[in-house]
């Protein structure tokens, strides 16, 4: 497609439950980021891809969070065990290269009740 | 490490300028900023690379200092479509590879 696709654009679960979140890049975008923004906050980081290494896991805020990227194109954000404080939009986010653009997804609205 | 960005809101009147600043406490390879609307995602206003460069985008313009690991952000004769969430996205890391750390954002109203 023409930018980054995200689905599904708003999940509800309940607290317990696992989610999966998938993003789909830019074709030929090799760097891959995963954000989580909570209502009114900043941008969180939470993993990072090059290709489909994953270089820096520091961001996931708990083993409860996982990530992979296959072919380096599609990746999905598994979320084991919801809490109500995993509640936020989760954005994805891909570029080119080092240096230049990244374009953001419409993002994932994560509700857990 | 998140850069740190200030003010954390202002409010102009169209026509007004604006400085926002963003710092670090880690060495930068580049400085990334966006602007984020109301419910919608993030857009890129422009990158910084290392070198003190001053790059402009239409009334918007900003300078990357290295060696003060600050950026700040230039607006000029505000209009009210500058309304939003500023957010400045510092790359850094080791290894070979770097990251983008954002920091809280920084909005900002442009009213009539």
């Known amino acids: 497609g023409a930018g980054v696709s995200q689905s599904p654009s708003n999940k509800v679960t309940e607290k317990g439950k696992d989610v999966e979140l998938r993003c789909d890049p830019i074709?030929?975008?090799?760097?891959l980021y995963w954000y989580r923004q909570s209502l009114g906050q900043g941008l969180e980081f939470l993993i990072y891809f090059q290709g489909n290494s994953a270089p820096d896991k520091s961001g996931l805020p708990s083993d409860r969070f996982s990530a992979e990227r296959t072919g380096g194109s599609v990746s999905t954000l598994t979320i084991q065990r919801t809490q109500q404080e995993d509640s936020a939009v989760y954005l994805c986010?891909?570029?080119?290269?080092?240096?230049?653009?990244?374009?953001f997804g419409q993002g994932t609205r994560l509700t857990v009740v | 490490q998140q850069p740190v960005q200030s003010p954390q809101a202002v409010i102009l009147r169209e026509g007004e300028d604006a400085v926002i600043n963003c710092s670090s406490s880690?060495?930068?390879?580049?400085v990334h900023w966006y602007r984020q609307k109301h419910g919608e995602a993030p857009v890129f206003l422009m990158i910084l690379l290392k070198g003190g460069e001053q790059k402009g985008h239409e009334k918007i313009s900003a300078s990357f200092n290295e060696k003060k690991q600050q950026s700040s952000l230039y607006l000029t004769a505000s209009q009210l479509s500058y309304s939003g969430t500023y957010f400045c996205?510092?790359?850094w890391g080791s290894g070979g590879y770097q990251k983008v750390t954002f920091g809280t954002g920084t909005k900002l109203q442009v009213i009539p």
């Open positions: 986010a891909s570029s080119l290269a080092r240096n230049t653009e990244a374009f």
């Open positions: 996205g510092t790359e």
């Open positions: 074709s030929g975008h090799t760097a």
């Open positions: 880690k060495a930068l390879y580049s």
